[in-house]
């Protein structure tokens, strides 16, 4: 039986040691998806932990179906708390009020660390986050994130659009002040 498999049957037995093991293995994970929603690190908190009770409470729907299956069911219900969190602070606005930023070439990422990339992210509009969040990293369709987030498809693609824009931009500048 495969780690993660035994490491959840233990917890639907209620197996505290392996609850914690989990927590242990995975809360860094949690944290860096909940981060990319939601970049307060005091309100990370919050939403980490409403993702363990939700994960803890939930784990008996849980289908084991190869490795990394536990992840990737951690993630979304990380991105639902995170996005739960922003729509009851009202701090998610979807609205049509898109910055104008310039056109600029398509930036080498390369260079860039995956930590620098989350911040960058992180201080994009809170609309334009959790569109470029949900349909880059949960690969959500326009048309489920539109669902989602009670806004026509359209309308996500253009924050996705517009989010990749000023991403890109951040990125341009983040690189010239390296050299």
């Known amino acids: 039986m495969e780690a993660e498999q035994l490491l959840v049957s233990k917890i639907k037995e209620g197996d505290r ?3 914690r093991t989990l927590y242990d293995r995975y809360s860094g994970y949690v944290m860096a998806v909940a981060l990319r929603y939601v970049p307060d690190r005091d309100d990370v908190q919050d939403v980490v932990q409403d993702s363990f009770v939700k994960i803890f409470s939930s784990i008996g729907r849980f289908e084991y179906r190869g490795d990394g299956a536990l992840k990737a069911w951690m993630a979304r219900i990380v991105a639902n708390q ?3 969190f922003l729509y009851k602070r009202r701090a998610l606005d979807t609205s049509r009020n898109i910055p104008d ?4 070439p398509e930036p080498d990422i390369g260079g860039v660390s995956d930590e620098v ?3 960058l992210i992180g201080k994009l509009p809170p609309g334009y986050r959790v569109v470029l969040n949900l349909f880059v ?3 959500m369709s326009h048309k489920e994130i539109a669902k989602r987030l009670g806004i026509k498809e359209n309308s996500s693609a253009s924050q996705y659009f517009h989010a990749k824009k000023m991403l890109g931009k951040m990125i341009n500048d983040y ?3 390296q050299q």
């Open 101 to 104: 930023v310039p056109d600029e």
């Open 17 to 19: 040691a392996a609850m």
């Open 175 to 177: 690189i010239k002040r």
């Open 82 to 84: 995170a996005l739960d």
């Open 117 to 119: 990339l989350m911040e």
């Open 137 to 139: 990293f949960e690969q």
